[in-house]
Every structure is written in C-alpha cells, then in structure tokens.
C-alpha cells in the first residue's frame, strides 16, 4: 500500500456532499457510509461516473482528502474505490503516519519538485481546468494548489504604466466579483501583454491588495476557474 499511496497522493479523487440548512445559511458536509460493524467509513472514488456517487459531489487530491478526513470525529475509515468497486481501505489511525511519510518523502529530495517539473509541458494543469468545466460538480477545483505548485503563471497587463513606472492589472468583473485580476497558463495569445508571476506570490499580492476580488486562471482553451479571496484561504479581513 505504501507504493500505491505515494503514487496517488496528488491525483484527484471524489467523493459525495450534502447540502442542509442550518441557521439560515447552506451547509456542506461529506455523508458517511455505516458498515456493517457499525463503523463509519468516508468513501473516496477515482472516477466522477462511479455508479455509488451522488450527483453532488467534490473533488480533492488525494492527500488533501485524507488530511480533512482526519479531522472529523466520526469517521473511522477512509476507503477508496475504483470505477469495478474494489476497495483499499485505510483506519483513522493510519492517515497520520501516511501524511507524515508523504511529507518526509518530498522533504527527502533534493528540493521539492516544482508543477513545472512534474508537469513541464503543462498539459495536467490544462487538462485539470477543462475537467472541472466540464464536470458536473459545482465545487471550486480545491486541489487546484497541488497542480500549481509554483507554477508561473502569466497576468493580463494593460500597455501603459502608472505614474512609478509600474505595469497596470486589468480587471474583469465575473458575476458578483467585480474586481478579478486574470492569469494565463501560457504566453500563446497575440496582442496581450503579459506578466510572468508566481502562484505563491500570486496570492501575497492580492493578499496585500484589498480591492482585488479574486482571480481568473484561464487555460489554453479558454476554459477557466475563478478563485475569490476566500477560496485562496485568505483571511476575512483581507476581504
């Protein structure tokens, strides 16, 4: 089991929600599976047409779904399913030590390898955005930070320069954000003039810039994702 974890720890894996209302607002939790001992198990699938999941459902890499089933009370179990129903079932007890094992085993490379590296031309970056537009789910793509990494990405930039000398932000209002800055996955469009950034140093900008509502990252085939300050875990008085 060790090999198969430390091969799918950032592969995308789905699992069922449900929505209730509690105190006039929606809340979203994860349902879990009684098993016949009377345990309860999380059920994580490795493909969205699994005939077990719901038509609510999310999406998560696989380490990161195992750090938040870690984090609810009454889960005993986290058990994963492929598209023939086979399980790999993994006890509360383990996923500690499983998630420490997957942080030493980076920490023990030479450097940790950035998306570009694991991913050089881009194509499982392109590939996740169009998936999740394509998807029935209507979660934001949250693993979205894994397959980043500390990818460059490239701003959408007006031609002139402000009063320092210094390149504009566009910015596009996209439903209720009225103030979202762009990105590219590329350089490939002519007439755009671009500014090569960082992820990380993506979200410190609009971390440190209160008037940005999120951003857009738009893919080569202009299939997009938007994130607001809130999806990027930025602090609600960032807002």
């Given at each position: 089991?060790?090999?198969?974890?430390?091969?799918?720890?950032?592969?995308?894996?789905?699992?069922?929600?449900?929505?209730?209302?509690?105190?006039?607002?929606?809340?979203?939790?994860?349902?879990?599976?009684?098993?016949?001992?009377?345990?309860?198990?999380?059920?994580?699938?490795t493909s969205k047409s699994h005939p077990d999941l719901t038509?609510?459902?999310?999406?998560?890499?696989?380490?990161?779904?195992?750090?938040?089933?870690?984090?609810?009370?009454?889960?005993?179990?986290?058990?994963?399913?492929?598209?023939?129903?086979?399980?790999?079932?993994?006890?509360?007890?383990?996923?500690?030590?499983?998630?420490?094992d997957l942080h030493s085993d980076r920490e023990g490379q030479?450097?940790?390898?950035?998306?570009?590296?694991?991913?050089?031309?881009?194509?499982?970056?392109?590939?996740?955005?169009?998936?999740?537009?394509?998807?029935?789910?209507?979660?934001?793509?949250?693993?979205?930070?894994?397959?980043?990494?500390?990818?460059?990405?490239?701003?959408?930039?007006?031609?002139?320069?402000?009063?320092?000398?210094?390149?504009?932000?566009?910015?596009?209002?996209?439903?209720?954000?009225?103030?979202?800055?762009?990105?590219?996955?590329?350089?490939?469009?002519?007439?755009?003039?671009?500014?090569?950034?960082?992820?990380?140093?993506?979200?410190?900008?609009?971390?440190?810039?209160?008037?940005?509502?999120?951003?857009?990252?738009?893919?080569?085939?202009?299939?997009?994702?938007?994130?607001?300050?809130?999806?990027?875990?930025?602090?609600?008085?960032?807002?």
């Open positions: 089991m060790p090999r198969l974890l430390k091969a799918i720890h950032l592969v995308e894996v789905f699992f069922s929600y449900k929505v209730t209302q509690r105190d006039g607002k929606e809340v979203r939790s994860t349902p879990l599976l009684r098993l016949s001992d009377g345990t309860h198990a999380m059920m994580l699938y038509e609510r459902f999310a999406g998560g890499a696989f380490k990161d779904t195992l750090a938040a089933a870690l984090q609810m009370p009454p889960l005993d179990w986290v058990i994963l399913s492929n598209s023939a129903s086979q399980w790999v079932a993994i006890a509360k007890g383990q996923i500690s030590g499983i998630l420490d030479i450097g940790s390898p950035m998306a570009s590296e694991v991913d050089p031309t881009g194509k499982i970056l392109e590939d996740f955005i169009t998936d999740h537009v394509t998807s029935k789910s209507d979660e934001l793509p949250l693993p979205i930070g894994s397959v980043l990494g500390d990818r460059e990405l490239f701003l959408d930039l007006t031609a002139g320069q402000d009063e320092n000398g210094q390149p504009i932000m566009k910015t596009f209002q996209i439903q209720h954000l009225p103030h979202l800055i762009r990105v590219y996955t590329s350089r490939i469009r002519p007439g755009i003039t671009y500014g090569g950034i960082r992820w990380k140093a993506l979200k410190d900008m609009i971390r440190n810039a209160p008037e940005i509502s999120g951003v857009q990252i738009m893919n080569n085939t202009d299939d997009w994702v938007v994130f607001d300050r809130e999806s990027l875990g930025l602090d609600s008085s960032d807002k």
